[in-house]
């Protein structure tokens, strides 16, 4: 041991080595990555939807045609929202649910609906707010004050093109889009194979018959 440390009280040597020990310990654990991190919720959403159904090859096929076809689809919206939880952008599919479904309330009671929605997702600093510009986001505060069944379209429409132009893109090149399409690829392939098996045996009886 050096001289200056060997005059140091046991203490303070004990504490260097603690905080040693701590620094090295940290530095060997991985800390995990955003991709990492990002591929595993995938991974966990993709699950969390085959449970439910896995879409058939023509919807995954339709889906990669155009947004509008995910979005004019229940599934293909579930399946899209379970992309967007992976990105931590859910709210923007959120927004546009709860536009669609406010479209649908009754008259008596949009003013109350209409001021849940901004507050939620509208106006800045919401709990799940969405990304608006300022003068759509003003004009939908002034719509909201006399609320009626059309008060949110511009703040819908310009959250379905945000979602169209840019998540989207991402989606198609997504490793949950890439599984669903491999599961159908698999499945086809399986049922290919038995129905293949199936009249091979057949003709096996037959033959052994004759």
């Not at 203490?11 to 800390?31: G, M, N, R, V, Y």
């Not at 939807?49 to 293909?76: D, I, L, Q, Y």
């Not at 399409?181 to 392939?189: K, L």
């Amino acid at each position: 041991m050096c001289k200056g440390l060997a005059t140091l009280p046991a203490t303070c040597l004990k504490s260097a080595k603690d905080i040693k020990h701590k620094i090295s310990f940290l530095l060997q654990k991985p800390e995990p990555q955003a991709a990492d991190q990002k591929q595993t919720k995938e991974k966990t959403v993709a699950a969390a939807v085959a449970v439910k159904r896995v879409p058939t090859a023509a919807e995954v096929e339709k889906w990669k045609e155009s947004f509008s076809h995910v979005m004019s689809s229940e599934m293909g919206r579930t399946v899209f929202a379970s992309f967007l939880k992976s990105e931590f952008s859910e709210e923007n599919m959120d927004f546009w649910v709860a536009c669609e479904d406010y479209k649908k309330t009754a008259s008596s009671k949009l003013q109350i609906r209409a001021k849940q929605i901004y507050q939620q997702y509208v106006e800045a600093d919401a709990p799940n707010e969405v990304n608006l510009d300022a003068v759509t986001r003003e004009e939908t505060r002034q719509n909201v004050e006399n609320a009626c069944q059309s008060c949110f379209n511009e703040a819908q429409k310009m959250i379905f093109t945000l979602m169209e132009k840019d998540s989207y893109r991402r989606f198609l090149n997504s490793k949950l889009i890439q599984d669903l399409g491999q599961t159908q690829t698999t499945a086809a392939q399986e049922k290919k194979e038995k129905k293949n098996c199936d009249c091979a045996e057949n003709r096996q009886a037959l033959t052994g018959g004759a």
